[in-house]
């Protein structure tokens, strides 16, 4: 590919459009499973689901078939809020065969976490394996939380509810000296029993506080789920009387969240005259109306299969079977859309190992696979850029940046492995006006899904083309794309700083290694316009002679004309433009504003340090 690094730009895109993908279903998967309340995967390339059942049994379903897993109805009772509640499989469980289970006591006046084995060769755990892990004394019967799940930190995190009863009379979700009303993250992996407290828990070694707490201030955490591209957690705590609520962690949060119960129920005070300090306020609240009284959490929809859905939080109403998504933007603004009024009592969501997402309903006892709109990629508003300044809009030749939903099977960079670049990469092509774009990069990071593309050179003179992505011969609908001769965009680091290197002793201009006058640096750049001794699309650009652009280019740095030496496609690149220049004499020190023109149009201001 050349001698330069390829510096992948990912823009902030925003949501996915709404309108797209609104063919939302339930298609039945499994049936016989009564007061489901859990739906797990082991994660183990087996492509199993299991089953939690309130009265203590869990059932593994594969092809379509289920059978037995686990039966403890002997250690508790499904009555109302109380039974088996929750499982979690540790990482690398194939090898590992050991589980772990939330469930109450026969009285529902304790909730246990325990570890179960499955004997070697067998397809059914010893229900005799029992290892207890942690007890919770329960002063009423309800509000027992229940969810047990290993986040990306390899720790098991376990909601407990405030302790029951109504507004929590004890206040145990403000007091940091019990386990209820919180999330709690502690160590059983590290053959340590019965298990250890992280030392980086937010209230280890706090006089008075338990070490094993994560997040407080919830009233009944009952299903949380963890957001496997970004690591984020995300929480359904059942509300009292007026609101149910939506909670968010980020990924890089280090704990210690108050949530608010009992102070605030939602966006308002439960107590007279509260206080909002120290309260972290949900994401979204929605009230008891429309028979809309116990929200059931969900997951953040990474699956393949319904490009609609992807990076969608879907979550319900137990008692009125409404399903919605939340999107949040990349600037951390919130849109909530009703999915479906599917008339179902669900009591849990789950994953698969593939990321495709199922629900239970609890009475009827049914698993449902849910599906939405076609598998051909969406695209994000403002869809197709510049791959330098994320302008909108193509130029003749440039690298060019897609951005889309459903164009990848999961986190990582695929890149072309040579050139002339391919016209299909992943399962992956790009089609402007019909003619199929050379692929650089297929991008997947934190969730955002990007191409970066050649346009190709036959657009020259067209003012708009069409635009069309697909993935594995499912094509998206097209999008209209306006085209500029010339859209000078200077490629950089971070959206601030260009990426500049020393000709003398090649490196990149950094704070340690900054630019001085007199010395001669390039830079690399998208949209300079035609150019002479042109290359094929998707071939590399040649070197002796070199494709000049046929405008002149100027640039000035901290606003004093700068000389440009070179100006034309980088040689042994394909898409990217290359401006070579010598610092002036009297160009101040710090950071600087580089701007380059052609023919009249300038680049956006990027900035370039100087010693």
């Given at each position: 590919?050349?001698?330069?690094k390829?510096?992948l730009?990912?823009?902030?895109?925003?949501?996915?459009?709404?309108?797209?993908?609104?063919?939302?279903?339930?298609?039945?998967?499994?049936?016989?499973?009564?007061?489901?309340?859990?739906?797990?995967s082991?994660?183990?390339?087996?492509?199993?689901?299991f089953?939690?059942?309130?009265r203590?049994?869990i059932?593994?379903?594969?092809?379509?078939?289920t059978?037995p897993?686990?039966?403890?109805?002997?250690?508790?009772r499904?009555?109302s809020?109380?039974?088996?509640?929750?499982?979690?499989?540790?990482?690398?469980?194939?090898?590992?065969?050991?589980?772990?289970?939330?469930?109450?006591?026969?009285?529902?006046?304790?909730?246990?976490?325990?570890?179960?084995?499955?004997?070697?060769?067998?397809?059914?755990a010893?229900?005799?394996?029992?290892e207890?892990?942690l007890r919770?004394?329960?002063?009423?019967?309800?509000h027992?939380?229940?969810?047990?799940?290993?986040?990306p930190?390899?720790?098991?995190?376990?909601?407990f509810?405030?302790?029951?009863s109504?507004?929590?009379?004890?206040?145990?979700?403000?007091?940091?000296a019990?386990?209820?009303?919180?999330i709690?993250?502690?160590?059983?992996e590290?053959?340590?029993p019965p298990?250890?407290?992280?030392p980086?828990?937010p209230?280890?070694?706090?006089?008075?506080?338990?070490?094993e707490?994560?997040?407080y201030?919830l009233?009944?955490?009952?299903?949380?789920?963890?957001?496997?591209?970004t690591?984020?957690?995300?929480?359904?705590?059942?509300?009292?009387?007026r609101?149910?609520?939506?909670?968010f962690?980020?990924?890089?949060?280090?704990?210690?969240?108050?949530?608010?119960?009992?102070?605030?129920?939602?966006?308002?005070?439960?107590?007279?005259?509260?206080?909002?300090?120290?309260?972290?306020?949900p994401?979204?609240?929605?009230t008891r109306?429309?028979?809309?009284?116990s929200?059931?959490g969900?997951f953040?929809?990474?699956?393949?299969?319904?490009?609609?859905?992807?990076?969608?939080?879907l979550?319900?109403?137990?008692n009125?079977?409404?399903?919605?998504?939340?999107?949040?933007?990349?600037?951390?603004?919130?849109?909530?859309?009703?999915?479906l009024?599917?008339?179902r009592?669900?009591?849990?969501?789950?994953?698969d190992?593939?990321?495709?997402?199922?629900?239970?309903?609890h009475?009827?006892?049914?698993?449902?696979?849910?599906?939405?709109?076609?598998?051909?990629?969406?695209?994000?508003p403002?869809?197709?850029?510049?791959?330098a300044?994320?302008?909108?809009g193509?130029t003749p030749?440039?690298?060019?940046?897609?951005f889309?939903?459903?164009i990848?099977?999961?986190p990582?960079?695929?890149?072309?492995?040579?050139l002339?670049?391919p016209?299909?990469?992943?399962?992956?092509?790009?089609?402007?006006?019909?003619?199929?774009?050379?692929l650089?990069?297929?991008v997947?990071?934190?969730?955002?899904?990007?191409?970066?593309?050649?346009?190709?050179?036959?657009?020259?003179?067209?003012?708009s083309?069409?635009?069309?992505?697909?993935?594995?011969?499912?094509?998206?609908?097209?999008?209209?794309v306006?085209?500029?001769?010339?859209?000078?965009?200077?490629f950089?680091?971070?959206g601030?700083?260009?990426?500049?290197?020393?000709?003398?002793?090649?490196a990149?201009?950094?704070?340690?290694?900054?630019l001085?006058?007199?010395?001669?640096?390039?830079?690399?750049?998208?949209?300079l316009?035609?150019?002479?001794?042109?290359?094929?699309?998707?071939?590399?650009?040649?070197?002796?002679?070199?494709?000049?652009?046929?405008?002149?280019v100027?640039?000035t740095i901290?606003?004093i004309?700068?000389?440009?030496?070179?100006?034309g496609?980088?040689?042994?690149?394909?898409?990217?433009?290359?401006?070579?220049?010598?610092v002036?004499?009297?160009?101040?020190?710090?950071?600087?504003?580089?701007?380059?023109?052609?023919?009249?149009?300038s680049?956006?201001?990027?900035?370039v340090?100087?010693?």
């Amino acid at each position: 590919m050349g001698s330069m690094k390829v510096f992948l730009m990912t823009a902030a895109t925003a949501a996915a459009l709404w309108a797209q993908g609104t063919d939302f279903r339930l298609v039945r998967f499994a049936g016989d499973l009564p007061l489901t309340t859990d739906i797990q995967s082991p994660r183990d390339g087996t492509g199993r689901l299991f089953a939690v059942m309130q009265r203590g049994e869990i059932r593994v379903i594969s092809g379509g078939v289920t059978r037995p897993f686990l039966n403890i109805s002997s250690r508790t009772r499904a009555n109302s809020e109380c039974g088996l509640l929750g499982l979690a499989f540790p990482p690398d469980f194939g090898r590992k065969q050991y589980f772990y289970v939330n469930y109450t006591d026969p009285n529902c006046r304790t909730s246990i976490v325990a570890r179960y084995r499955v004997p070697p060769g067998g397809e059914a755990a010893n229900p005799d394996s029992e290892e207890v892990i942690l007890r919770q004394a329960q002063p009423f019967a309800n509000h027992n939380g229940g969810q047990i799940r290993f986040g990306p930190d390899g720790y098991l995190y376990i909601s407990f509810g405030d302790g029951g009863s109504g507004g929590d009379p004890q206040n145990n979700g403000q007091s940091l000296a019990t386990l209820l009303g919180k999330i709690l993250r502690i160590d059983v992996e590290s053959g340590s029993p019965p298990y250890q407290v992280p030392p980086d828990n937010p209230f280890v070694g706090r006089q008075g506080a338990r070490g094993e707490i994560w997040a407080y201030g919830l009233r009944n955490p009952w299903r949380f789920s963890f957001d496997k591209a970004t690591g984020d957690l995300w929480i359904g705590d059942v509300g009292q009387n007026r609101a149910e609520e939506v909670n968010f962690q980020p990924s890089w949060s280090r704990g210690g969240e108050n949530y608010g119960w009992r102070r605030w129920e939602g966006l308002r005070c439960f107590e007279a005259g509260c206080s909002g300090a120290g309260v972290v306020a949900p994401v979204l609240e929605y009230t008891r109306e429309q028979d809309d009284v116990s929200v059931t959490g969900g997951f953040v929809y990474r699956g393949t299969r319904w490009p609609a859905l992807i990076g969608t939080y879907l979550y319900a109403d137990y008692n009125s079977g409404r399903i919605w998504g939340i999107r949040v933007d990349s600037n951390g603004n919130i849109s909530n859309r009703l999915l479906l009024a599917s008339g179902r009592n669900i009591s849990t969501f789950g994953e698969d190992e593939d990321g495709e997402l199922f629900l239970a309903d609890h009475g009827a006892g049914v698993i449902y696979r849910i599906e939405s709109g076609s598998s051909a990629p969406i695209f994000s508003p403002n869809p197709v850029s510049n791959a330098a300044s994320f302008d909108a809009g193509l130029t003749p030749g440039s690298l060019a940046s897609v951005f889309a939903i459903g164009i990848t099977n999961g986190p990582g960079v695929v890149e072309a492995p040579s050139l002339p670049l391919p016209e299909s990469m992943a399962g992956v092509r790009v089609t402007v006006d019909g003619i199929d774009a050379p692929l650089l990069h297929v991008v997947n990071l934190n969730g955002r899904e990007q191409i970066n593309f050649q346009t190709p050179w036959e657009i020259s003179g067209q003012t708009s083309v069409r635009v069309t992505v697909s993935k594995d011969n499912q094509t998206s609908s097209a999008v209209e794309v306006p085209v500029f001769e010339k859209q000078p965009g200077v490629f950089t680091s971070n959206g601030v700083d260009a990426i500049v290197v020393h000709v003398v002793n090649p490196a990149l201009v950094s704070a340690e290694r900054p630019l001085v006058a007199g010395q001669a640096a390039y830079f690399y750049m998208t949209g300079l316009g035609s150019v002479s001794n042109r290359p094929r699309t998707g071939a590399a650009s040649p070197g002796n002679p070199a494709a000049e652009t046929r405008e002149s280019v100027s640039a000035t740095i901290g606003g004093i004309p700068t000389p440009v030496t070179f100006a034309g496609l980088a040689p042994a690149l394909a898409g990217v433009y290359q401006v070579g220049i010598t610092v002036p004499p009297g160009t101040g020190s710090g950071r600087q504003d580089l701007i380059v023109t052609v023919g009249g149009v300038s680049s956006r201001v990027v900035s370039v340090l100087i010693q």
